[in-house]
């Protein structure tokens, strides 16, 4: 379990091009950040590079732990979840198949995979394969995976884009459960989330 | 059940739909060694002579079948990045994915191996190298053929790479476990030609699973 | 010497110079050399022949040590990051690629008139070279395949290591199998088997072609360090 | 430019990128045939004798080779609900791809048969006759193995599913195109077996571009 | 060229599950349709049926041109333009080559197809490939391929999701554009559209 995460001064480059520079940012336990920015701006790179994906040319990323900072690769094995666009779930396998492996993945098992997924509303489509599922549904198995084992990280990128309303509200309460549990989150959005956060923007 | 268990089942289940595994690799092989007398016309003795070394090398080509598409799925729809943050190193998953598609595919190889060689006319007693070589090699060219595989990622042209990185590594095994069978067979001494195989095989185990990692970290960056 | 070199532009100080030395150095070996070969008396067995050696040899020396020095090259820039080591890797490339093609092609038409062949596909040793080509080669391509320049030298350094196996497989295929190709007889225990008329323009020649090599790979370095700070000033310029 | 061009080209390029095109067939095939001597000795003799028949099985191997995919990578994202929507049918799109992969391998993999073949010693006198062979023969495997592929698009153990579709019908024209070397190379009469590859590959190009089609809208729906 | 998109009590099944039945509409040349309705209620799968990739189990689709009722699959071929979930850009490939071919393959030419990035601002990123272009980024160029070829009939998937707020009000003027032109728009989505539409709702 981490306490905060701190980014001092990050710079990213892409390709030939620096994304931004001198990025700063904490993020206490409980805390929730919206980052907005233009398409482009590097939401998502900078979502990367806290999981470790991407290497910053500059600048710091600091997880804290109860007795100050750790590991940063063992910290974000231990307490990152992530949620890009690309939703890692494999078209020709079936919905259970998928969320359990990726709840046991990530430190999760079987009664805490099913019963995110009755808690996101999917139980009945765990046995159809994920090709079939809608854009909405196969979204909130995605997110029904970080439901399903407990992490104090989440790094999400336009998380409710296909969601519909109440499943946005849904998530909304899931949010806010995890932040009251002393969980951090960190998401990429276009449209504002359905809970109190800090909004901060990227530009380049 | 441990995480590694939890990932070595759900790689063996990907990699069997991946390449249609054993079914697929079998009977690629079994029809290539059918087809074999056929398009020779019936001349039994001209083709035992070459029984076993064409065996192995048609289950060399076999066994790198869809080998090519070992990582690029989990890159494109983003499960590698899943796979990343998990609880064990990137190196673990690579070796895994490797032993999942020799065991669907280089280890069934290396059972049907003899019993091909010997319908095709090979002398039986050659037969029990031929799975060892079998076995061994399957297990390089699997390693080997994921090296190219990963390096391969971050391009454009993903099938002409790995054919041009992975084929020069190949040549090795090849060569060494074409000379077990063949000396074996002879009665010639094959010890050396086997260790060899066995050296080159358990290297590519050893090492390769780091630069499979190291290609798969590159191209996620 | 490696650490003080590792400062780009200590690095350009020194090969500014070093380079056209070692080229002068490398004219004058390989010279010498090339002049006594050509004038030893022809072997009993292999004839006139035998003088394709002075060529053949050396090349194929300098063609497995471009290849460990892409390995090393690699290595350092893989673990230390350094730019120069990938530059220098880039530029060994195509050097390794040259001296394995000569090495070949010597090789072959040496073949012609001692095993009656150009090519033997069953030999080891020649197999092996050609691998070596081909890693060559591979290296090339996966670096040009890939758009993105950071992750291309990336792709390329983690292949060379692995290729780095095969030099090894190069050296021993001659004691591993039965190869028509020559055993050791060089650099052996025991001495060499080579008789001193040989022998020392064969070493000359081999010193000649590594000190070739050196300047060429110097050069090449410079030229490569030259075309990155002009990549990042007309990066510069087009951003400003 | 045609819109039909417009196709082909985008095809070709795609089909190029996809299997590694030419370069990987090709150097699959290449290399098999030098693993063959090197696996087998250098003994020329043994070799000459099978050096046709087994080019002619490496190639039908080697022209399999990233065929499953034709359709795969299209159909997973979404490329081909956008070709679907086009001027040309389906039918012609399958069609197009088919041939696309021909171009860029099967045709390439015809010119170095002969080549390779004659290299490992087979008759000189064989060639043309391998080059007419695995020309037809490719076109066949092409168009089979794409229907293979888009058959198995919906399933989720294409793999297996090609596997059990395509090779028994890959068995016809492996038998008369080995007749038909092998014939010509001993001058025995050709003509039947050549003819009947050449009946075998146009029924391919002829029909199974429905099925194709058909299968793809299948997968679509 | 049509006049009309005639949707007469259709019913859609997916697997063995009937989505809707007596589901009816028409739209008219120069009008916009916002489809709504919660994940899994058909949106995408009704936009498939209009695309023809789905087969109806009752009632009909009828295209009308100036002549009255025109075959459907002739029609499609003629007028449907479709951006579902899945874009049908090839990652491997360069944004140019990748529109280029699009818009010719739908009857555009090459220079629209760069009047089309010009207007959606990603000239500059034509000669990237598609897998390094961001998620908005990669939706303009999705947007840019039916921007090159004019058909009449736009069929939306959520068009907007991954869109920057520029980007959105954009597409609000090309969409305008279209509909000005006397084009046809049915868009599936969960955020209003930004212009002024019809909205239906699907109930299952
Ligand atoms: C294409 C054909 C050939 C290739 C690729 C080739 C390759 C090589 C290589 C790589 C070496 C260096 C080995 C080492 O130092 O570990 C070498 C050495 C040598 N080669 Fe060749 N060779 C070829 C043909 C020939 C022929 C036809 C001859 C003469 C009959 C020959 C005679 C020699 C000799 C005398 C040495 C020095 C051996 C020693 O001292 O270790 N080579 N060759
Ligand atoms: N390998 C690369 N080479 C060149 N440019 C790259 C590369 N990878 C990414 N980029 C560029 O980096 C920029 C940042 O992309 P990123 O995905 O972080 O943006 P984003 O803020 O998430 O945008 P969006 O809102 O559209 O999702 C984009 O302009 C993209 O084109
Ligand atoms: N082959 C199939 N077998 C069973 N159910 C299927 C099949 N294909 C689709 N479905 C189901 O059909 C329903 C409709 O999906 P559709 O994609 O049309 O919904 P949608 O309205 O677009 O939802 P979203 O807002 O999430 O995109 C979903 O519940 C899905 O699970
Ligand atoms: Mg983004
Ligand atoms: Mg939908």
Chains 1, 5 share one sequence.
Not at chain 1, 64 to 74: H, Q, R, S, T, V
Request: hydrophobic share 60%.
């Amino acid at each position: 379990m981490i306490s905060a995460l701190k980014i001092e001064d990050l710079a990213i480059q892409r390709g030939e091009r620096v994304l931004f520079r001198n990025f700063s940012l904490e993020i206490a336990a409980g805390e929730a950040v919206a980052l907005i920015g233009a398409n482009g701006a590097g939401k998502t790179s900078l979502l990367r590079a806290v999981a470790g994906f991407l290497r910053p040319i500059a600048g710091s990323l600091t997880f804290i732990g109860a007795d100050g900072p750790l590991p940063a690769d063992d910290a974000r094995r231990a307490v990152c979840h992530m949620v890009g666009h690309q939703d890692g779930l494999k078209p020709g396998r079936r919905a259970r198949e998928e969320l359990i492996f990726q709840a046991r993945w990530t430190g999760g098992d079987e009664p805490a995979a099913l019963a995110a997924a009755a808690r996101l509303g999917i139980t009945r489509l765990l046995d159809l394969e994920v090709r079939v599922l809608s854009a909405g549904q196969r979204r909130r198995l995605a997110l029904a995976r970080i439901i399903a084992s407990p992490r104090a990280l989440w790094l999400l990128d336009e998380p409710l884009a296909p969601l519909d309303a109440a499943s946005r509200a849904l998530v909304g309460t899931l949010m806010t459960e995890h932040l009251d549990g002393g969980g951090m989150i960190l998401a990429a959005v276009h449209d504002p989330l359905p809970i109190a956060v800090r909004t901060v923007e990227i530009v380049g | 059940m441990t995480v590694l268990m939890v990932l070595i089942r759900r790689e063996l289940s990907l990699a069997w739909a991946r390449g249609g595994g054993a079914l697929l690799a079998v009977g690629f092989f079994v029809a290539a060694a059918v087809m074999l007398p056929l398009s020779l016309g019936p001349a039994p003795a001209r083709l035992a002579a070459v029984s076993a070394g064409v065996t192995w090398v048609v289950l060399s080509l076999a066994s790198l079948l869809s080998l090519d598409r070992m990582f690029e799925r989990d890159f494109d729809d983003g499960a590698l990045d899943l796979l990343a943050l998990g609880p064990l190193p990137l190196e673990v998953v690579a070796a895994v994915k490797c032993l999942a598609q020799w065991t669907v595919s280089g280890a069934p190889l290396s059972i049907a191996a003899p019993v091909v060689a010997v319908a095709l006319g090979a002398r039986p007693e050659a037969a029990p190298m031929i799975f060892v070589a079998a076995a061994l090699g399957g297990l390089a060219f699997a390693f080997l053929g994921g090296t190219g595989a990963a390096l391969a990622l971050a391009s454009r042209r993903g099938g002409v790479l790995i054919a041009v990185i992975v084929l020069p590594l190949l040549t090795p095994p090849v060569i060494f476990g074409g000379a077990a069978i063949s000396n074996f067979a002879d009665r010639l001494p094959w010890i050396t030609a086997v260790s060899l195989l066995a050296a080159y095989a358990l290297a590519c185990v050893a090492l390769t699973p780091f630069a499979m990692a190291g290609a798969c970290r590159n191209a996620q960056s | 010497m490696f650490s003080a070199l590792a400062n780009p532009a200590r690095f350009m100080a020194f090969s500014r110079w070093a380079a056209p030395i070692l080229a002068l150095v490398a004219a004058g070996l390989i010279g010498a050399g090339l002049w006594l070969g050509l004038n030893a008396p022809p072997d009993y067995q292999q004839g006139d022949t035998v003088k394709i050696m002075f060529i053949h040899v050396p090349a194929a020396w300098v063609a497995m040590m471009a290849f460990a020095c892409l390995g090393g090259a690699s290595f350092i820039s893989l673990v230390f990051r350094h730019a120069l080591a990938d530059a220098a890797a880039r530029a060994v490339a195509p050097l390794g690629a040259a001296f394995t093609g000569v090495a070949l092609v010597t090789g072959s038409l040496w073949g012609r008139p001692m095993w009656g062949a150009w090519w033997v596909w069953g030999d080891a040793r020649l197999v092996s070279v050609l691998v070596l080509f081909l890693l060559f080669l591979g290296y090339l391509a996966l670096r040009a395949s890939i758009d993105d320049e950071a992750k291309g030298a990336r792709a390329a350094e983690i292949l060379a290591l692995v290729g780095l196996v095969n030099l090894p497989i190069i050296h021993y295929s001659v004691q591993w199998w039965n190869t028509l190709h020559q055993g050791e007889s060089v650099m052996r225990a025991g001495g060499s088997a080579l008789a001193p008329v040989y022998l020392t323009p064969l070493l000359l020649a081999g010193a000649g072609y590594s000190a070739a090599f050196g300047a060429l790979w110097l050069a090449r370095i410079r030229s490569e360090v030259w075309r990155r700070r002009a990549t990042s000033l007309a990066l510069r310029a087009a951003l400003a």
